[in-house]
């Protein structure tokens, strides 16, 4: 089984408080539900798995990705104080699904759990990990490599009220296309000033018995 153990972006810490993420000076990694948040000013994006007798750093289509075996999670001085309970689902942008999917096979044994299929004029591929899933687009131009994050709430309602009362430009909560129970907002990044497209979605109900 696979896990994302951590994500690296290139933002400005400051911008991530206002979404929950308290920021201490000496401090630029947040824990969620197991999954590590850096967050750093320079350096280089990227991610790592957890794998079960795997342990090796190589780069997927431009990513730089770490790939080690299940241990305890990684220290984060700062805990994540706001409404972030998970990772829904992480975005990827890549100019050739056939080869993002070939990296994933060879590195993580992975194959994607649905596509290459269309919604929207867009190709793309799906992973379901254990504790998320990877949403894989093609595109022709652009910034390619990890281009954004969804993370859950208990209550996305809330969620969007407590951020905006920090002083950060919310959109409007809105059902989710893809399950109409779920709540969902964004972050307006080209607003607030953060490089990386953010979301929140109310957590997934539990499926009632029979």
């Known amino acids: 089984m696979v896990s994302l153990a951590s994500l690296t972006f290139i933002d400005k810490k400051p911008l991530w408080d206002k979404i929950g993420f308290s920021t201490v000076e000496q401090s630029d990694a947040y824990s969620v539900r197991g999954t590590t948040i850096f967050i750093t000013e320079s350096g280089t994006q990227g991610w790592g798995f957890t794998k079960e007798g795997c342990d090796k750093e190589v780069t997927i289509c431009g990513i730089k990705t770490a790939v080690k075996p299940p241990s305890a999670p990684v220290s984060a001085s700062t805990g994540c104080s706001g409404p972030a309970s998970g990772i829904d689902h992480v975005v990827v942008h890549t100019t050739s699904l056939a080869d993002f999917k070939e990296g994933f096979r060879e590195h993580l044994g992975v194959l994607p759990r649905r596509g290459p299929v269309t919604i929207k004029g867009r190709n793309m591929l799906f992973y379901l990990l254990t504790n998320t899933v990877l949403e894989v687009v093609e595109i022709k131009s652009g910034h390619t490599g990890i281009w954004g994050v969804t993370f859950t709430s208990k209550n996305a309602t809330e969620a969007r009220k407590y951020i905006h009362e920090r002083g950060c430009s919310v959109s409007p909560a809105r059902v989710s296309y893809q ?32």
């Open 179 to 210: 399950n109409k129970e779920r709540f969902i907002f964004t972050i307006r990044e080209h607003v607030n000033g953060m490089k990386t497209p953010v979301a929140f979605i109310d957590e997934r109900k539990p499926r009632s018995k029979m």
